[in-house]
């Protein structure tokens, strides 16, 4: 990286930070830490320019300085879709999510504390330009629960938000002026906007699907594991080798997520040829490794600060987006240059005798174990994701110390090496070795790296399908949940269409929307699972596991993939539904798979079906908001079409408050009260009730199913006089006969019926 970037970064730091140290006791201090950084010639003017360029376009209005500094933090979920909330940010606190609520501000105290931990923390940082990257860490660890302004409006982006991303325009404003030296005229800011000065680029991985989960047999959920990680790392390498190339911070990263990413770029000629020789690089290296298997499509637009940040046009700014999508597409149907062709075409079709036991592939080496050198990589390192004290360090070559390391490719045409190491073992390797460090935690050397890697474990070994299955509640099953944001995109391309009021530009609010949401699914998520949250959480009987009996496969930037005992799953699905709800301040909801199987069934096939029941709660209405649960059946519909349909498919709000608390409730309560019910002759009664509600609901028409159930139901009166269970029963029967009446209470008990026989259930029932 540059020096002057470096210091332009440090120039726009004060330029944001200075009002919150000036006449406080910190303020000596604060100047001194910043000039510890500052060194080399300064070019005032052309750094003036760009600092002045940046503030304009982050801000999009005057300031008035006699405004008093905001003292809370809008939560940008009162902007989305006009949501019209009027909650705030909370600064998160151990073992709570921290949901905005409606009272809620950071005092003086607060403030000071938090400016303190950020010197403390810059401090420790040497003043060197290669590590500008982890100043902006810093930032982002103290002063994201700080609001970033000024503004009579309230302020709806943080301070760490606005830092990184004014650090990423003076980036890309400073390269292009300098690539461009005849266009540099200080008085001339209204042209400059107009100028194609920026690339807004987007890359995304194609394959994911079948990469991750065409794997069966023993191991399988380590492999799933791994590949997974593979997946999200595979991306966090791309995204920085072209930063790195190019001599940008990580604040140019928009967005990345569910295998996509978006940069800002500056649109110059190197910046094209770099993506050209970095894309081609990696997947030349892809093609080798992988096949056809897997593919980094990649585009780019050009577009300038004013259609981007200024315009108040929106169509400006959405076709933006809309160009960009189109090129990404047409990039996908096209993907490999002849060169590329030529060399599939004359790879050797190499088979080895046996295929290998987990990915079926017959192209690689086989061991004595019948696994794949690919497959063992992944397995081997599947332990090491456990452990959030080791460093995920990338080196530019292998070490010889037999390490379970996965390879990764290079922008250089070369392989990278993936390996898990703690910070004494880091310390021992030579700098030139090192391509990039991430650490998982809260602190550590390297960047942050975020990801889901709670799994339940079994003598400190990740738990198999096997072990998972027989730890379930009733029935020995395990459950897949897949689950994602609904109308993302739209939120991500015309969610904030109404917010020029706020003072800031769509693209910002869009960013920082993202890292709320990957926030969510790769941090709180876990907090959910593992036990740990202080807050009283759902489950379907009264005697819930603290660390849920789960592996999260996959928790991302708006979806995951769980996989578990089916009790948990569930429990899992319904706390992740009402904290999202809560968290989002109702602006945005999820949509939901549950499906059920055999520890032996395909994992490919659960994870097919299982998103066949995400389409399936999708498209039960424009609302959406929706979860299916266990699987498809064919059923007739009005024209007398066979068709398959998610029967038990429910909008959250119905599954959760119908289903579970009023019919399953009133089951367990019911049977709770009378030994009979828990025998194999009152399971058999509750078996003939629920044959009759489905013969009523196949044909509504024929009241004589209605008849019997009512006549089961006299069957099942107590024979004893007990007024405590006569009550119960009047209550009992009173509630089914009156569902049995409507379509969509019939519906509903069916499911709780189908869940309270789960529950029940044991390996011996047929």
Request: aromatic content about 10%; hydrophobic content about 35%.
């Given at each position: 990286m540059?020096r002057d970037?470096f210091?332009?970064?440090?120039?726009n730091l004060?330029?944001?930070?200075?009002?919150?140290?000036?006449?406080?006791?910190?303020?000596?201090?604060?100047?001194?830490?910043?000039n510890?950084f500052?060194?080399?010639?300064?070019?005032?003017?052309?750094?003036?320019?760009?600092?002045?360029?940046?503030?304009?376009?982050?801000t999009?209005?005057?300031?008035?300085?006699?405004?008093?500094?905001?003292?809370?933090l809008?939560?940008?979920?009162?902007?989305l879709?006009?949501?019209?909330?009027h909650?705030?940010?909370v600064?998160?606190?151990?073992?709570?999510?921290?949901?905005?609520?409606?009272?809620?501000?950071?005092?003086?105290?607060?403030?000071?504390?938090?400016?303190?931990v950020?010197?403390?923390?810059?401090?420790?940082?040497?003043a060197n330009?290669s590590?500008?990257?982890e100043?902006?860490?810093?930032?982002?660890?103290?002063?994201?629960?700080?609001?970033?302004?000024i503004?009579?409006?309230?302020?709806?982006?943080?301070?760490?938000?606005?830092?990184?991303?004014?650090t990423?325009?003076?980036?890309?404003?400073?390269?292009?002026?300098?690539n461009?030296?005849?266009?540099?005229?200080?008085?001339?800011?209204?042209e400059?906007?107009?100028?194609?000065?920026?690339?807004?680029?987007?890359?995304?991985i194609?394959?994911?699907?079948?990469?991750i989960?065409?794997?069966?047999?023993?191991?399988?959920?380590?492999?799933l594991?791994?590949?997974?990680?593979?997946i999200?790392?595979?991306?966090?390498?791309?995204?920085?080798?072209?930063?790195?190339?190019?001599?940008?911070p990580c604040?140019?990263?928009?967005?990345?997520?569910g295998?996509?990413?978006?940069?800002?770029?500056p649109?110059t000629?190197?910046?094209?040829?770099?993506?050209?020789?970095?894309m081609?690089?990696i997947?030349?290296?892809?093609?080798e490794?992988?096949?056809i298997?897997?593919?980094?499509?990649?585009?780019?637009?050009?577009?300038?600060?004013?259609?981007?940040?200024l315009?108040?046009?929106q169509?400006?700014?959405?076709?933006?987006?809309?160009?960009?999508?189109t090129?990404?597409?047409?990039?996908?149907?096209d993907?490999?240059?002849?060169?590329?062709?030529?060399?599939?075409?004359?790879?050797?079709d190499?088979?080895?005798?046996r295929?290998?036991?987990i990915?079926?592939?017959?192209?690689?080496?086989?061991d004595?174990k019948?696994?794949c050198?690919?497959?063992n990589?992944f397995i081997?390192v599947?332990?090491?994701?456990l452990?959030e004290?080791?460093c995920?360090?990338?080196?530019?070559?292998?070490?010889?110390?037999?390490?379970?390391?996965?390879?990764?490719?290079?922008?250089?045409a070369?392989?990278?090496y993936?390996?898990?190491?703690?910070?004494?073992?880091?310390?021992?390797?030579?700098n030139?070795?090192i391509?990039?460090?991430?650490?998982?935690?809260?602190?550590g050397?390297?960047?942050?790296?975020e990801?889901?890697?709670?799994?339940?474990?079994v003598?400190?070994?990740m738990?198999t399908f096997e072990?998972?299955?027989?730890?379930?509640?009733?029935?020995?099953r395990?459950?897949?949940?897949?689950?994602?944001v609904?109308?993302?995109?739209?939120?991500?391309m015309k969610?904030?269409?109404?917010?020029?009021?706020?003072?800031?530009?769509?693209l910002?609010?869009?960013?920082?929307?993202s890292?709320k949401?990957?926030l969510?699914?790769?941090?709180?998520?876990?907090?959910?699972?593992?036990?740990?949250?202080?807050?009283?959480l759902?489950?379907?009987?009264d005697?819930?596991s603290?660390?849920?009996?789960?592996?999260?496969?996959?928790?991302g930037?708006?979806d995951?993939f769980?996989v578990?005992?089916?009790?948990?799953?569930i429990?899992?699905?319904?706390?992740?539904?009402?904290?999202?709800?809560k968290?989002?301040?109702?602006?945005?909801?999820?949509?939901?798979?549950?499906?059920?199987?055999?520890?032996?069934y395909p994992?490919?096939a659960?994870a097919?079906e299982?998103?066949?029941l995400?389409?399936?709660?999708?498209s039960?209405?424009?609302?959406?908001?929706?979860?299916a649960?266990?699987?498809?059946?064919?059923?007739?519909?009005?024209?007398?079409?066979?068709?398959?349909?998610a029967?038990?498919?429910?909008?959250?709000k119905d599954?959760?408050?119908?289903v579970?608390?009023?019919?399953?409730r009133?089951?367990?309560?019911?049977?709770?009260?009378?030994k009979?019910?828990?025998?194999?002759?009152g399971?058999?009664?509750?078996?003939?009730?629920?044959s009759?509600?489905e013969?009523?609901?196949?044909?509504?028409n024929?009241?004589?199913?209605i008849?019997?159930?009512a006549?089961?139901?006299?069957r099942?009166?107590?024979?004893?006089k007990?007024?405590?269970?006569?009550?119960?029963?009047?209550?009992f029967?009173?509630?089914?006969?009156?569902?049995?009446l409507?379509?969509?209470?019939?519906?509903?008990?069916?499911?709780?019926i189908?869940?309270?026989?789960?529950?029940k259930?044991?390996?011996?029932?047929?």
């Amino acid at each position: 990286m540059e020096r002057d970037i470096f210091n332009l970064s440090i120039q726009n730091l004060v330029l944001h930070l200075r009002p919150f140290f000036q006449g406080s006791d910190s303020y000596s201090r604060f100047t001194s830490v910043i000039n510890n950084f500052l060194s080399g010639e300064s070019k005032s003017d052309t750094f003036e320019f760009i600092l002045k360029c940046v503030d304009h376009c982050v801000t999009m209005e005057e300031k008035d300085s006699k405004l008093k500094q905001a003292n809370r933090l809008n939560s940008i979920f009162n902007l989305l879709f006009q949501n019209g909330t009027h909650k705030y940010d909370v600064p998160p606190q151990p073992n709570l999510i921290p949901y905005p609520t409606e009272n809620a501000e950071i005092n003086s105290e607060q403030q000071a504390e938090l400016l303190n931990v950020f010197l403390n923390d810059l401090s420790m940082i040497s003043a060197n330009e290669s590590n500008l990257n982890e100043i902006l860490d810093v930032c982002e660890n103290t002063l994201s629960y700080l609001p970033d302004k000024i503004n009579s409006a309230g302020s709806y982006l943080s301070l760490a938000d606005r830092v990184k991303f004014s650090t990423a325009l003076c980036a890309c404003f400073y390269q292009y002026l300098t690539n461009n030296r005849n266009l540099f005229n200080p008085a001339s800011e209204n042209e400059f906007y107009q100028e194609k000065s920026l690339l807004l680029f987007s890359c995304d991985i194609s394959g994911i699907q079948k990469f991750i989960y065409t794997v069966s047999g023993e191991g399988v959920l380590k492999s799933l594991r791994s590949r997974s990680f593979y997946i999200d790392i595979l991306l966090e390498h791309i995204i920085n080798s072209i930063l790195r190339t190019l001599g940008l911070p990580c604040s140019n990263r928009i967005y990345s997520g569910g295998g996509r990413a978006y940069l800002l770029l500056p649109n110059t000629e190197n910046t094209k040829n770099a993506i050209e020789s970095c894309m081609n690089s990696i997947n030349n290296w892809l093609l080798e490794n992988y096949d056809i298997a897997l593919y980094i499509a990649y585009a780019y637009t050009e577009c300038s600060a004013a259609d981007l940040f200024l315009s108040t046009d929106q169509s400006q700014y959405n076709n933006i987006f809309i160009r960009l999508s189109t090129e990404l597409s047409a990039n996908k149907a096209d993907r490999y240059k002849s060169k590329q062709i030529l060399q599939l075409n004359r790879k050797s079709d190499q088979q080895h005798e046996r295929e290998c036991r987990i990915c079926s592939r017959s192209n690689r080496e086989i061991d004595s174990k019948g696994v794949c050198t690919l497959c063992n990589d992944f397995i081997s390192v599947s332990s090491f994701l456990l452990d959030e004290s080791l460093c995920i360090v990338i080196l530019n070559q292998e070490l010889q110390n037999n390490l379970p390391s996965l390879k990764l490719p290079s922008t250089c045409a070369r392989t990278d090496y993936l390996y898990f190491l703690n910070p004494q073992k880091l310390s021992e390797i030579p700098n030139n070795q090192i391509v990039e460090v991430y650490h998982r935690g809260e602190n550590g050397p390297g960047q942050r790296f975020e990801m889901g890697t709670y799994a339940y474990t079994v003598k400190n070994e990740m738990a198999t399908f096997e072990q998972i299955s027989e730890e379930t509640e009733g029935i020995k099953r395990i459950a897949v949940l897949r689950a994602d944001v609904d109308n993302l995109g739209l939120a991500f391309m015309k969610g904030f269409d109404s917010a020029g009021s706020s003072g800031y530009c769509p693209l910002l609010l869009t960013a920082a929307l993202s890292k709320k949401l990957s926030l969510f699914f790769k941090h709180y998520l876990q907090k959910i699972v593992n036990g740990t949250l202080k807050e009283e959480l759902f489950s379907l009987t009264d005697t819930p596991s603290q660390k849920k009996k789960l592996v999260m496969v996959y928790s991302g930037g708006d979806d995951l993939f769980l996989v578990g005992a089916w009790n948990d799953v569930i429990d899992t699905a319904v706390n992740l539904r009402k904290s999202f709800e809560k968290y989002t301040a109702g602006a945005l909801s999820l949509s939901a798979g549950i499906g059920m199987f055999e520890v032996k069934y395909p994992l490919s096939a659960m994870a097919q079906e299982t998103e066949e029941l995400v389409d399936a709660a999708k498209s039960m209405d424009e609302k959406k908001d929706a979860v299916a649960l266990f699987g498809v059946q064919i059923q007739k519909d009005s024209d007398g079409v066979y068709r398959s349909a998610a029967v038990h498919c429910y909008h959250w709000k119905d599954f959760i408050e119908k289903v579970i608390g009023e019919k399953l409730r009133l089951l367990q309560d019911y049977f709770s009260h009378t030994k009979s019910m828990e025998s194999a002759n009152g399971n058999a009664f509750l078996y003939r009730l629920k044959s009759y509600i489905e013969e009523t609901q196949r044909n509504p028409n024929e009241r004589i199913n209605i008849a019997r159930f009512a006549y089961l139901l006299a069957r099942m009166a107590p024979s004893e006089k007990n007024s405590e269970l006569q009550e119960v029963y009047s209550k009992f029967s009173l509630k089914m006969y009156g569902w049995i009446l409507n379509a969509e209470d019939r519906q509903q008990l069916l499911t709780a019926i189908t869940i309270y026989f789960y529950l029940k259930r044991s390996v011996d029932d047929k």
